[in-house]
């Protein structure tokens, strides 16, 4: 089957604009999560889904971040007043079941965002 | 608090040559460890967990990893590297009472022929 897909692969934004991510998981995985790559950093956590609820949302890095999730699969990651540092590649990954600290999670490719 | 720990930012190695990637992890409790590998151009891919029993666990493509508590380590070996091993691995720690992973900021490996 499809592995998850995140698109846009490249998005090359200006300063202050909004942004919208995609991501599709593996067909019948309720965990969705949603992790920041920066240059020369390891991953951050953003947020993670079970189903359509995000019940930690503590790693979004502001208020200009938030997601949502919907019919259990696509998730969309929308970054409101873009800001330079907020370049980076995001990651979208799911898993079969919530207890992620003992289930593989699948990757998408992702987006690699970069804010002008 | 949680955290993961990987010493070497960028290792290269000859092809043929025996590698060894080191992670350490800061967790009071038993911790769920698992070592991925990101290929350029493609997403993180699962090499190797470790949840319990046998501390010595072996992965896809060679690769082995061993938990040693004693030490806080979970260290990524393969006995022969191949040009294809050439990518960025990330070590990472899960926990059991929450659904985060904890990252590494992951050691680029370059192999030469």
């Known amino acids: 089957g499809a592995g998850v897909s995140q698109s846009p692969s490249n998005k090359v934004t200006e300063k202050g604009k909004d942004v919208e991510l995609r991501c599709d998981p593996i067909?019948?995985?309720?965990?969705l999560y949603w992790y920041r790559q920066s240059l020369g950093q390891g991953l951050e956590f953003l947020i993670y889904f079970q189903g359509n609820s995000a019940p930690d949302k503590s790693g979004l890095p502001s208020d200009r971040f938030s997601a949502e999730r919907t019919g259990g699969s696509v998730s969309t990651l929308t970054i409101q007043r873009t800001q330079q540092e907020d370049s980076a590649v995001y990651l979208c990954?799911?898993?079969?079941?919530?207890?992620?600290?003992?289930?593989?999670?699948?990757f998408g490719p992702g987006t690699r965002l970069l804010v002008l | 608090a949680q955290s993961v720990t990987q010493p070497d930012i960028h290792i290269t190695v000859s092809e043929g040559a025996s590698l060894e990637l080191r992670c350490n992890y800061s967790?009071?409790?038993?911790?769920?460890l698992f070592w991925y590998v990101q290929s350029p151009g493609q997403g993180l891919q699962l090499l190797l967990k470790y949840f319990s029993g046998d501390t010595l666990v072996q992965g896809i493509k060679g690769f082995e990893a061993e938990f040693k508590r004693s030490q806080s380590s979970f260290n990524l070996r393969k006995p022969s590297v191949h040009w294809s091993d050439a990518a960025e691995y990330f070590c990472?720690?899960?926990?059991?009472?929450?659904?985060?992973?904890?990252f590494g900021t992951g050691t680029s490996l370059t192999v030469i022929p």
């Open positions: 067909s019948g995985h309720t965990a």
């Open positions: 990954a799911s898993s079969l079941v919530l207890l992620a600290s003992q289930e593989t999670q699948y």
């Open positions: 967790y009071g409790a038993t911790p769920y």
């Open positions: 990472a720690v899960g926990t059991n009472t929450g659904n985060q992973f904890y």
